[in-house]
């Protein structure tokens, strides 16, 4: 018997696809271009990880194992036991020793093995611990192309107001250089964020693995319309930025931690954590001026958080299936993305086919700023 129109429609949502629409991610439409960057990559946040926890994170297509000692100390290893190979991650810790759940080796504060899981004398064996610092708020592994050591430091950032800073993380398709070259990348702050009249009253200082970018901005603001911003933003490697932002009519002041961490060829995970206060009314009193500061700071962090974050997110379609371009056709108005591509060659293997090391194909439009 022929089916019903009800068991039709049934049958047909049972058996029929969603058809495949709207750009493929990059991550799995596209070879990755750019290699893992050499230096120092946030993989959490120094909150996730409490006395006495073990938790693992992806670094650049391997898991990494951390885990904080009772003095607060944080130790990162790779994540394989050197007796038969258990991930650590399943590990526990008992005092500071880190307890291997297969045969319950032990390993010291040091990564060295101190005892069995049978009381028998314990091998000469130690855990491959890779360099960790906790800076920020936020705890940053290091990894080089070569094993050669840190040879540079993320630094401690100043704090603002008194309120703690407000965290998020996601997880997408694209490269954590992307994030860094947005801050020089003009242009797109007028096409796809709305800033009007974006540009920089200075040239961009490039260190040697630093760089500075001052930026005045217009934003049109709900209520009190449009308003200049002044933003001075720091970049450290291809892993941490540093934006501080000045809205005179608002009277706030924003500090926010930018990080990329590559986790897979073309994946990355974004991390951001800001700070807010409210300029301290000159018209009133001291003790009332910081009062009144820190009231307006306690109502309004939210909303202006969730708008900076928004703001941001208008980049994670672009990230989720752009190509990188190893030497892009450049135009006047794009901002100084060609010097910033040099400088950041510097952060990948120098051996590598010149024609895949980011950079302008015609040095001409090196000088665009």
């Not at 101190?114 to 592994?141: C, D, H, I, Q």
């Not at 996601?170 to 242009?187: F, K, L, R, T, Y």
């Amino acid at each position: 018997m022929d089916p019903t129109q009800e068991e039709f429609v049934r049958l047909s949502r049972k058996y029929a696809q969603n058809i495949t629409q709207g750009p493929t991610r990059a991550d799995l439409a596209l070879a990755p271009v750019l290699p893992y960057p050499d230096g120092w990559s946030a993989v959490a946040f120094s909150g996730e990880l409490k006395p006495g926890s073990v938790l693992t994170r992806r670094l650049h297509g391997e898991d990494v194992v951390l885990y904080r000692l009772r003095n607060g100390l944080v130790r990162a290893v790779q994540p394989y036991c050197p007796h038969l190979g258990s991930h650590l991650g399943l590990a526990k810790l008992d005092g500071d020793d880190l307890v291997c759940p297969f045969h319950q080796f032990a390993y010291g504060p040091d990564g060295a093995c101190v005892r069995t899981g049978y009381g028998t004398p314990p091998p000469k064996a130690s855990l491959t611990s890779l360099p960790v610092r906790e800076v920020n708020e936020a705890l940053f592994v290091w990894w080089h192309h070569d094993g050669r050591a840190p040879d540079w430091e993320i630094p401690e950032i100043h704090t603002i107001g008194h309120l703690p800073r407000r965290y998020g993380t996601w997880e997408m398709p694209g490269h954590a250089q992307e994030i860094m070259e947005n801050s020089v990348d003009v242009g797109h702050f007028g096409t796809l964020h709305g800033w009007a009249k974006a540009e920089l009253p200075t040239p961009v200082v490039f260190g040697e693995k630093t760089f500075h970018v001052s930026m005045r901005v217009r934003e049109k603001f709900p209520l009190i319309g449009e308003s200049p911003i002044n933003i001075e933003v720091d970049g450290y490697g291809i892993g941490f930025l540093h934006s501080d932002s000045h809205t005179p009519r608002l009277g706030t002041r924003m500090c926010t931690l930018i990080m990329g961490t590559m986790i897979e060829p073309n994946r990355m995970q974004y991390r951001q954590a800001s700070r807010l206060v409210f300029d301290e009314p000159s018209s009133l009193p001291k003790p009332l001026a910081r009062q009144v500061s820190r009231a307006l700071s306690r109502l309004l962090i939210g909303p202006l958080i969730r708008f900076s974050e928004d703001f941001t997110a208008v980049d994670y379609p672009i990230w989720y299936s752009k190509k990188y371009r190893p030497h892009p056709r450049l135009a006047k108005g794009d901002g100084p993305i060609g010097p910033f591509r040099h400088w950041a060659r510097q952060f990948y293997p120098q051996d590598q086919d010149a024609r895949s090391l980011p950079g302008p194909q015609n040095s001409d439009l090196a000088r665009f700023d």
